[in-house]
């Protein structure tokens, strides 16, 4: 009696957690039009950039672009919805080399599929690579606007 009392708490456990999560918020602009930004952080094992990513839903494609606090582009992406695909459109110079684009096109593609399901990171554990969009809140958006001013 009491296994079978303890199995059935855990498969109740066990739908409370996925009911929860198919709840989750994507962190993802859903409408046509709508903006997201979020605070980027990218580390790697010999450094990290740090900035900001903007995305504006554009039908089934998400654009995106991420540039640091100087205004200094990074990379101009896109993300298309319906076909699980990354395009790099542009990538600053030093990183634009072709296995360092597929790495990119690779993590921002997992980076998605976890802001989909309403989480903020996502971790390369073959690269040592960590991507982070903490998405910004109001506040910090307009006085990012009132620092740009």
Request: hydrophobic share 40%; with cysteine; proline share 2%.
């Amino acid at each position: 009696m009491q296994s079978l009392r303890t199995c059935l708490i855990s498969v109740s456990l066990l739908l409370t957690a996925m009911c929860s999560s198919a709840d989750a918020q994507s962190l993802l602009p859903q409408k046509v039009g709508e903006k997201a930004r979020f605070s980027a952080f990218i580390e790697m094992p010999k450094g990290y950039m740090s900035g900001i990513c903007m995305l504006l839903c554009d039908g089934d494609i998400i654009k995106g672009s991420m540039f640091n606090e100087f205004g200094i582009t990074f990379m101009d992406f896109t993300y298309s919805l319906q076909k699980d695909k990354v395009k790099l459109l542009a990538v600053q110079k030093m990183m634009d080399k072709w296995y360092i684009r597929k790495i990119l096109r690779r993590d921002l593609r997992q980076l998605f599929h976890a802001m989909l399901e309403g989480r903020d990171e996502y971790r390369d554990e073959k690269y040592q690579m960590l991507f982070r969009f903490t998405p910004l809140t109001e506040d910090e958006q307009n006085v990012k606007d009132d620092d740009a001013s």
